[in-house]
């Protein structure tokens, strides 16, 4: 899945974004094409994290977020 991840830990904030691994049972590989989707871990949703899901923008909008961010990307990397 192309994902976003934001983790705060002794206050320290980290973001990344890219391609990550979700295994079969994990809410991320579930997401119905077009949906977007929080998962939330934090210490009050440790052991079962908080999920919330919706209607994305659509596979359009969606499409070209992730072009423009392979365009980007390969701007960058020159």
Known sequence: RYTGALTIAEGKVTA???LAY???GDALANLTPGD???VINSQ???DNALVIQ???AGKEVTAAGVH????WLVQNLK
Do not use: E, H, R
Request: aromatic fraction near 22%.
């Open 36 to 38: 977007n989707i929080f």
């Open 44 to 46: 009050w949703y440790s």
């Open 68 to 71: 423009s961010d392979l365009y």
């Open 22 to 24: 979700a295994t079969q």
């Open 16 to 18: 990344k974004v890219g």
């Open 54 to 56: 919706g209607p994305g």
